[in-house]
Each structure stands twice: as C-alpha cells, then as structure tokens.
C-alpha cells in the first residue's frame, strides 16, 4: 500500500467531498451520507431497485475506487433472478481510473443497465412494475442491507489504516493470486492461491485475505493448505468455514494434482438459491482452474508465472 503525504491525503479528502456534493445535488433523496465515510445510492428503475454502496478511504480517488457493494433490492420474484450484482461489481470496477472520482459514473452506468433490462422485461412481459409504496424506504431498511453492512465491519476499517509501517514483529503481506468469479444459481465463487512455507505463512495469508471486506463478507471461506517442511514431513489441514466436507474435498484436490507449498481459500456468496451436491463441483472446478492459470501447477514451489490482484 502506498503511504500517502499529507498534502494528498488533503487532496483526496476534498475530491471526496466535492464527489459527494454533487451527487446530493444530482439524486436529493436517493442518496444517504452515513457516519464513518460510508455513502448510499439508491437506484431506481420501473422493474428494478440497487443500492450501491461505498466507503471512502484516504487513496481514493488518487490510487485506488473507494470499497463498494452493490445490492438487488428489487422484491418481484421475477425481476430479481435477472440481476447479477457481483458480475455488476465487476464491470463498474473497470471503470475506475486513478485520480478520478467515479461513484457518479457508477450510478449513470448501473441507471443504463437498469433501464435496457426494463426494455427486456417489457418486451417479454416476465415481471409486473415495482411496487412503489414498498420500495420507497428501502435504504433505511437495516435488516435488508445486513449483507452490506457485514462488508463494512471493523475489518473494512483497517483497509484505511493500512498506510501506517507495519512492526518488525510482522510476517510481510503475501503474494496471493485471486481467479476469476464463477456464478452458479445466484451463488458466486471465487478461489485465491497462496504459496505457504508453514502454518505462520498460512496464518498470515488468511489474514490478508480477510482484510478484504468483500472477502470477509462471503458466506464462507473454505480453506485447504498442504506443504513440505524442511524435515520432510508434510503438513496439511483445511477447514470448512460452514460448508461441511468442502475442505477436506478441497485438500483432496490439491493432493491429486500434486501441488506442494500451496494454500487454497475459496469464497462462496449464497445466492439463495440451495445449489446441492454441485456446490462441491463449483467449489473444486474454480480451485483447479485458479490453481492451474496462477502458474503454481507447474512451478511448484518455485513461484508462480504471472500475477494477478493482490489483496
């Protein structure tokens, strides 16, 4: 993380405000300020209703978007199978470019999409309107938003205090490779692979992970580690994080594919939707295809061939 100069840290702050004058200006109502450097937008449409969600921290606009979560508010049975927020996340992260303020940007681009799957609802005349009298307090709704308020914990907040020097005491953040998201049924998987030489490395891993509040926020983090020591005597372990026998199925994997000195952290969403059995196969399918693309298949232990987003 890059340590900021006071005269940046200023800079940020007041693009940050000057961001969130306009938006007040441009959505009145539709947008909360909440303590905590945390703002709301509710965005409508005549089928559907987001909130997206975001909180600032002093890198933002200068290095890096502001940590945000999107969340389909929408309450017609129909309407809201349509929406995938997390591949919605996805795109409006490409959006962002240092130095810029992009929330605005986000919720012109999230209003667009709304309003072409209001042309596709209308067209195939799947989903009756919005019920306005329902939706109409949706931000305030604290039990709706639990999910998003999860994402924003006490772990969200060291993302802001990152800039301060870590002790001498402290294990150096690890190199972890973070795949693609795979989505099935409203269920979203991803897999992050780490090298670990012992159980501190592995300690240390998930503790950078977890720094993450997204990462944080997923239903469960199934982990799996496997790695030589210097003895020889190989050390392995996993753990289901709520999903029983996904992290012994996980450490199975790893032992077939004959990858040593490696951790292996799957996030799982709940979509809402019970996936069965099959939520092994997501869970194993992503991690092997993670694994192979990160370079650790081939390379062992010697490193991996390219990176990908550091957490």
């Known amino acids: 993380m890059v340590v900021l100069s006071p005269d940046q840290r200023k800079d940020n702050a007041d693009e940050q405000l000057n961001e969130t004058e306009l938006l007040v200006s441009m959505f009145d109502s539709d947008v909360v300020i909440e303590e905590n450097n945390v703002i709301t937008v509710n965005i409508k449409s005549k089928h559907f209703l987001l909130v997206l969600r975001c909180l600032y921290h002093e890198h933002y606009p200068s290095h890096d978007p502001p940590i945000f979560a999107i969340m389909d508010m929408t309450n017609t049975l129909h309407a809201s199978h349509v929406i995938d927020d997390m591949l919605l996340e996805a795109e409006c992260g490409k959006l962002f470019t240092p130095g810029e303020c992009v929330i605005y940007s986000w919720v012109m681009y999230i209003q667009e999409y709304l309003e072409s799957l209001d042309v596709f609802i209308s067209e195939n005349a799947v989903s009756p309107p919005l019920e306005e009298v329902e939706n109409e307090k949706v931000i305030a709704d604290l039990e709706n938003l639990q999910i998003l308020e999860d994402q924003f914990n006490a772990e969200g907040a060291a993302y802001v205090l990152e800039v301060v020097e870590s002790s001498s005491e402290e294990l150096p953040s690890p190199e972890i490779y973070t795949g693609r998201i795979l989505t099935e049924r409203k269920s979203h998987f991803q897999a992050h692979i780490c090298k670990v030489f012992s159980k501190e490395d592995v300690h240390n891993a998930m503790k950078t992970l977890l720094r993450n509040p997204k990462i944080a926020g997923a ?14 005597t190989i050390n392995q372990d996993y753990d289901d994080d709520g999903e029983t026998k996904a992290g012994g199925r996980l450490l199975e994997l790893i032992s077939l594919m004959n990858v040593e000195n490696l951790m292996v952290v799957v996030s799982r969403w709940y979509g809402g939707v019970l996936l069965g059995p099959s939520r092994f196969k997501c869970i194993n399918n992503i ?15 010697h490193g991996s061939k390219k990176k990908n987003k550091k957490k």
């Open 287 to 301: 991690a092997k295809e993670t694994i192979v693309e990160s370079g650790f298949h081939n390379s062992q232990a």
């Open 219 to 232: 239903s469960h983090n199934i982990m799996a580690y496997r790695f030589t020591s210097e003895s020889g």
